[in-house]
């Protein structure tokens, strides 16, 4: 099983920052499966980046993926108030598993 | 536009089991794979497997090996996940959730969740 570290645990950042969350593999994400998800408190979590740097549809221009391997970044540029949220990574090879979340909050 | 529909929240005695139904629409059922997930405070977001809708075929996670079984009714577009043996260490908010193009993919849709409590 491919265990997804995460860090921080939580980020505190004021409107207009720059956030950058990590996301570290146990071992090398084949194809670089790697996704990125938000999830705000009551509702199912959102996908955001897939295949590590690919957008979903209809997602912000300020939220972008990077990395490979074993290391990968989700950047949000700017940030604003509706990104307060927690937001998870994910490797989708044959035994999907997630990190355990890093929380933004907006100051 | 992709809706996945969950069947309500759930309270089960230790030992019994569970079902939940997840109903799609807005797309071709059988196009894409479902999956299922699981999400508690204590561990976090758990991919419990996946279900070729088209053919029926699943994919297990070892945790959960032997325990889920992911079914689907093609005629009402709906998919199934009953787990069985429940204990307390099953309450969880589960997720059904479509993937993308191709085989092994990101969850791009979700359902509502369904809470599954365990307790006696």
Known sequence: EIVLTQSPGTLSLSPGERATL????????????????QQKPGQPPRILIYATSTRATDIADRFSGSGSGTDFTLTISRLEPEDCA??????????????????VEIK | QVQLVQSGAEVKKPGASVRVSCKASGYTFIDYYMHWVRQTPGQGIEWMG?????????????????????????????AFMELSRLTSDDTAVYYCARGGDGSWTHLHYWGQGALVTVSS
């Not at chain 2, 070729?52 to 577009?77: H, M, P, Y």
């Open chain 1, 22 to 37: 990590s996301c570290w593999a146990s071992q090398g994400v084949g194809r670089n499966y790697l996704a990125w998800y």
């Open chain 1, 86 to 103: 927690v937001y998870y990574c994910q490797q989708y090879g044959t035994a999907p598993t997630f990190g355990q979340g890093t929380k």
């Open chain 2, 50 to 78: 996946r279900l070729n809708c088209n053919t029926g075929g699943t994919n297990v996670g070892e945790k959960f090996a032997g325990r889920v079984t992911l079914t689907r009714d093609t005629s009402i577009s709906t």
